[in-house]
């Protein structure tokens, strides 16, 4: 697994400090940059947990119209013009015409047929060859399939009954709820029925707190009820379920006993939106409406500004505004040179020997970037600046926090990590043809980082320390530094931990110095005036990778 | 609720007052707010009457969600669906500090599942939209308390109002008085409801449930499966007869997935077996020194199902071993447990009970065997293309039968557990009930489950009378020396008050209802509405929404205030847990700020004080102590779980 980086936003946690990375829970706290947000005006990190979103417009994902905000609701979030997904496979449907009466020859009377071709039409399948002329659904003319077929939503047995129970249940709740107040007096002596009259003080006194909690009753059975409750007729249901077994009950049974194969019933996923009894059978599916898709803009949770706003058309893929994290923070890659260099070596070996299975591959490349115990690797923080300011970026390991448990303070220490502990600069972001050919401050040859290599240890252990923990490169608006983790003999575990970046730019508006908002990274082009620096820190996760098992790696793969 | 129908909590003025809380002081003024023409023209999202409501309907593996008014939900998904387990179990981790990780991965995913239900399945604004959340009975207060945080906090809903899922579901059938069982994932639960009162001191409930069945399914196939591995080169696929290359299956073929896949689409539900003295003899007698059951081991198998099989019977003893014990709950737990220190002799005995009830049950199948093509496991993958897992037509048949098998005093199967309920609801009720039983939940989806639930409930009833001259204990033929069932004495007859019920047990919604014995049965057995019992609860939270009721209704001002009050009372935590100590006796898990959230809010029917001078419920003839035992074991196990 390659090394990667992850930036923390607090809003699941209370404090502003990350959970230790080992916790399973803290992998929802921490995110890749390109899906966080930077809200200006609280200044700080906005997720996808934590942004509070808004439909700004419904279109269809497959023919892109827009629907109209009115029309959504009828259409149960559907698009209701052609567009229909394969019950099987969920790939789009295309409506094609019924083969041509079959009375001359088939290739001619193809070429005769206009593009309309003859109906009755069907909806067609072009990956599985599904049709919905299986399940007898045809149509007049290709076009409004789904105006066709409403006509049988709407007579859909569920709501059918589901609008009798309603018209069941309504007088009997509307005459009590006109009196019934929503207060908390408890319900208790409701039991006037004839039926349940005589049960009533055997059931007061056998269900203690019954009378304090009761959920639905509150509401409709007040205190003079009595005319209504049992004016309550049985209900008679429009599909009896003992009528509709010939859909589910023994039937079914049946059909599963003498089942050939898995395929011939339904998956569970094209089934389970069904309320109704219906068949179990896959060849009875019917075509789906495509589900539609909502353009969403999204606020800060705090100070409800927007982050987010995406333009109104359905084919736009702009946004009218976009506050993103990416554009404040600066974005640092992880690399572990050691295995880079065991790769590059792997392509070279293989592009010349023999091509071994890819299995075998993937193991090799596992095998040469693990973290062998007892040896301490150097990795890279490339920080790339946004921003049209230099920064200055200080890195710090992210201390514990004191309520961590001893035995849990023991695993984590199982590696060492340092980090260079001075502030080092990152240029300004600029376009390309701004940046001079020969960066003059470009110090540590770039052939440094790279040649440091997991089988030549010699060469490594033969360099300094303090060499490898500092700043590597610099070019352009990319700084890359180098750590170190040491990982001791008995190491096991995940090499995770994490990092509180903090860095200082240049305030764009020093005049509105005492508004506390305006202290904000901003991409804008740098003025003239005064520089005023200000600070910004997030906490990272950085995830080195899995310390190797000596015993795993020495034996072979047990069985 | 009625007085707040329809209180559009979307601030009209968002944009121009950003940093405005806008529901402040609301309450009073709604009706005022909702007859200004400008505050209708401003909400251009809500596309929904904010009448309409939205149903959540919250399993532990399944989320059903949708808006009130329609018959169906709109989305139905699992709420993990990379691996398809669910968010919680029935247990909690019993370390603190674990306990409070767990609960944060699970607010985590909580919220991420919540999210996603509005923001890509309903496609909506929650802010102006009110959530019924469809609750079951045992859904633990913490969990309860998550989603609460996670609607009022992250999602800002105006308000939530929690109904039980077994009324629910019965309002979807029509009826305000039944007896409700749910057949979920994690557990079994049965809950009386006479007159739209939930009478919760009569729950029962069993953990034989969807679980349980994966797990069983997983067991039969580890032992009577067949697994044909690709073949390595396209050559030795032709030359090589797939027989030879069958092997037994590997643990990892079996992923949960490959599970699910089976249990919904190729398990069944099969009549119980007519001679039940075979079914006894063969099956459930655990004794090896049986000689009937001896003879019918060597029997060669007369079924091409066991023929098919054959390779995984020579190495069923292997397999047994390998099974953790877990996996392995082939008849039950309480069993295997008994027998740990002779544990030889016990899984050779195990072993050969296992394979008399192949034996049997593949005798009386006439299922057939299904070929289904499955990813070989990843250690192995050297072959053309993917494996083949041969099902056996008698498991896919007699898989549920672990649902069905009672005598468990921890477990009681499904028709027991309905059995026990009815024991335990007043006298007067009991008719009334027994004839208007309604099954819901997932796993009742088996084809042919209801049918056999009635059969069994029948069956369990009738059984004890017909076996009650024989000497051993009815429900439990086996030994009666190893497991002492408190209870279950020689000739003592659990479900005997039950039996003048007998012509009346009904089951609402039974898909293939017997000939009614009564008027009652008659009345009721197969009327109710064919809706899939699965979706019951969640129909019926949408019925409740259309009729605006639905149930004990939290308003997001109080929250907010609930929560603004413990975050100053906050600043003494501890005394704050004296006091809450002193209150209920278990300890608050997390004393941090997150806890800090108000628990009187919600409600809470197992927090319900008794009213003063309530008596006792007697207890109804025919319960004693040590029948009472598992149930209480696992309520208050529930309690535990729900006051963690």
């Not at chain 1, 041509?100 to 193809?110: K, L, Q, V």
């Not at chain 1, 495509?290 to 359905?314: D, G, M, Y």
């Not at chain 2, 007159?195 to 679980?211: E, I, Q």
Request: glycine letters at 6%; charged letters at 20%; a neutral charge.
């Amino acid at each position: 697994m390659a090394p990667k980086i992850e930036y923390y936003c607090p809003c699941l946690a209370e404090s502003p400090h990350p959970p230790p990375p080992h916790l399973p829970s803290s992998s929802y706290s921490f995110h890749p940059l390109h899906n966080l947000f930077f809200c200006e005006e609280c200044d700080a990190v906005r997720c996808n947990r934590c942004v509070l979103l808004e439909v700004s417009g419904y279109y269809c994902p497959n023919c892109l119209f827009e629907v109209p905000s009115a029309s959504v609701r009828a259409e149960k979030n559907r698009c209701a013009r052609n567009c229909f997904m394969c019950p099987n496979c969920r790939n789009t449907l295309t409506v094609v015409p019924s083969d041509p009466p079959d009375n001359g020859d088939m290739r001619t009377s193809a070429v005769v047929t206009t593009a309309l071709g003859e109906p009755p039409f069907f909806l067609y399948c072009n990956h599985c060859r599904w049709d919905s002329a299986e399940v007898d659904i045809t149509f007049e003319k290709p076009t409004g399939l789904a105006a066709q077929l409403q006509k049988f939503e709407d007579s859909a047995p569920e709501s059918l009954e589901f609008e009798r129970l309603k018209e069941h249940f309504e007088p009997f709740l509307r005459a009590s709820s006109s009196s019934a107040l929503p207060s908390a007096t408890p319900a208790h002596h409701v039991h006037a029925n004839p039926i349940t009259a005589a049960a009533s003080s055997a059931l007061a006194r056998d269900i203690p707190g019954v009378g304090k909690y009761n959920p639905l009753a509150r509401s409709r059975i007040g205190r003079d009820k009595h005319a209504h409750r049992h004016e309550l007729p049985d209900y008679k249901a429009r599909v009896e379920i003992a009528s509709a077994a010939a859909l589910s009950g023994e039937a079914d049974v049946e059909f599963l006993k003498h089942l050939e194969s898995i395929e011939e019933v339904a998956s569970l996923e094209q089934r389970w939106t069904n309320s109704w009894a219906t068949s179990l059978r896959e060849s009875d599916l019917k075509p789906l409406r495509i589900p539609l898709q909502s353009k969403k803009s999204k606020r800060c949770p705090s100070c409800r500004h927007i982050l987010i706003k995406p333009e109104q058309k359905a084919q736009s893929v702009r946004f009218k505004i976009k506050l993103v994290a990416a554009n404040y923070l600066p974005a640092i890659a992880v690399t572990l040179p050691h295995a880079q260099a065991a790769l590059e070596m792997m392509k070279r070996s293989s592009t010349l020997g023999k091509s071994t299975s890819a299995a075998a591959a993937a193991e090799e490349q596992q095998a040469a970037g693990a973290l062998i115990p007892g040896h301490s690797y150097p990795f890279h923080l490339a920080f790339t600046n946004p921003l049209y300011d230099p920064i200055q970026i200080r890195l710090a390991k992210a201390v514990p926090q004191g309520e961590i448990v001893d035995a849990e303070k023991a695993r984590r220490s199982t590696f060492h990590i340092q980090l260079p502990s001075a502030a080092f600069p990152v240029a300004a972001y600029a376009e390309a043809w701004e940046y001079d050919d020969d960066e003059e401050d470009m110090f540590g040859l770039d052939d440094d980082g790279m040649e440091v290599d997991a089988r030549g240890k010699k060469s490594k252990d033969g360099r300094g320390k303090s060499r490898s923990v500092g700043i590597v490169e610099r070019r352009a608006n990319v700084t890359v530094v180098s750590g170190e983790v040491l990982i001791p003999k008995d190491a096991r575990g995940e090499v995770k931990f994490n990092m509180l970046v903090s860095y200082t730019y240049r305030s764009d508006d020093p005049e509105t110095v005492d508004d506390a908002e305006a202290g904000t990274p901003s991409r804008s082009q740098a003025t003239s005036r005064a520089p005023e620096m200000k600070n910004f820190s997030f906490y990272t996760v950085v995830d080195l990778g899995t310390i190797a098992h000596r015993e795993e790696t020495r034996l072979s793969v047990e069985p | 609720m009625s007085a707040v129908p329809s209180t559009p909590r979307r601030p009209a003025h968002e944009t121009t007052t950003p940093a405005a809380t806008p529901q402040t002081t609301r309450v009073g003024t709604t009706h005022i707010i909702q007859s200004s023409p400008h505050y209708q023209t401003t909400r251009r999202h809500s596309l929904y009457g904010t009448e309409d409501r939205i149903i959540l309907d919250p399993g532990s593996r399944v989320w059903k969600v949708g808006f009130s008014g329609e018959g169906k939900p709109r989305d139905v998904f699992l709420a993990e669906p990379e691996t398809g387990k669910s968010l919680w179990s029935l247990n909690r981790a019993s370390k603190p500090a674990d306990r409070e990780e767990e609960d944060r991965v699970l607010e985590a995913k909580l919220q991420a599942c919540l999210r996603s239900v509005f923001h890509n399945s309903l496609l909506t604004d929650p802010k102006s939209r009110k959530v019924i959340l469809v609750e079951h009975p045992l859904l633990p207060l913490h969990i309860k308390e998550m989603i609460a945080r996670v609607l009022f906090n992250n999602l800002q809903v105006p308000s939530i109002s929690f109904a039980s899922s077994h009324l629910l579901a019965l309002l979807a059938a029509g009826r305000i008085t039944g007896l409700v069982i749910d057949c979920g994932h994690l557990e079994t639960t049965v809950l009386p409801v006479f007159s739209f009162r939930p009478l919760y001191p009569h729950l029962r409930t069993t953990p034989l449930a969807g679980a349980r069945l994966s797990i069983h399914i997983k067991a039969l196939l580890l032992m009577f499966g067949t697994y044909i591995p690709p073949a390595t080169s396209l050559s030795a696929a032709v030359n090589i007869p797939a027989a030879s290359r069958s092997v037994r299956v590997p643990q990892d073929v079996l992923t949960d997935k490959v599970i699910d896949e089976i249990k919904t689409r190729l398990c069944f539900v099969g009549d119980p077996i007519d001679d039940e003295s075979q079914l006894m003899s063969g099956g459930r007698v655990s004794s090896p020194s049986g000689g009937e059951e001896g003879s019918e081991l060597d029997l060669p198998p007369s079924d091409p199902a066991m023929s098919e099989s054959e390779f995984s019977r020579v190495s069923a003893a292997e397999v047994e071993s390998l099974a953790s014990s877990a996996a392995y709950s082939v008849v039950s737990h309480s069993q295997l447990a008994g027998m740990g220190s002779e544990s030889d002799a016990a899984s050779l005995g195990g072993e050969r009970r296992v394979q008399a009830l192949a034996t049997m049950y593949g005798r009386h199948s006439t299922a057939t065997d299904i070929h289904m093509r499955v990813d070989p496991p990843p250690s192995q993958q050297t072959g053309t293309g993917r494996g083949t897992l041969i099902i056996p037509g008698w498991v896919r048949e007699r898989a549920a039968e672990v649902l069905f098998e009672g005598g468990d005093v921890d477990e009681n199967s499904v028709a027991e557990v309905i059995l026990e309920c009815l024991l335990k609801v007043p006298v007067d009720l009991r008719k009334t009930l027994a004839s208007t039983i309604l099954v819901v939940g997932g796993t009742p989806m088996l084809p042919g489950f209801i049918p056999r639930l009635q059969a069994e409930l029948v069956r369990a009833v009738s059984r004890t009378s017909s076996s009650q001259s024989s000497p051993s204990p009815p429900s439990r033929p086996g030994h009666p020396s190893r497991r002492p069932p408190p209870g279950t004495a020689s000739g003592y007859d659990r479900y005997a008050p039950l039996r003048p019920l007998l012509p009346y047990f009904a089951i609402l919604n039974n898909p293939a209802p017997p000939p009614p014995a009564s008027a009652p049965a008659a009345a009721n057995a197969g009327k109710a509405p064919a809706f899939t019992p699965a979706a019951m609860a969640w129909v019926g939270g949408s019925l409740a929404g259309a009729l605006k009721t639905g149930g004990f209704e939290v308003q997001r001002e109080k929250w907010d205030e609930a929560e603004a009050g413990a975050v100053v009372t906050g600043v003494q935590p501890d005394d704050e847990d004296v006091l809450m100590g002193a209150e209920d006796s278990p300890p608050r898990p997390r004393p941090g700020a997150a806890s800090a959230t108000p628990r009187s809010i919600l409600p809470d029917w197992t927090r319900t004080p008794l009213p003063a001078g309530a008596p006792p419920a007697p207890r109804p003839p025919g319960s004693t102590a040590g029948a009472q035992g598992p149930v209480f074991a696992s309520s208050s196990l529930h309690t535990q779980s729900v006051a963690g």
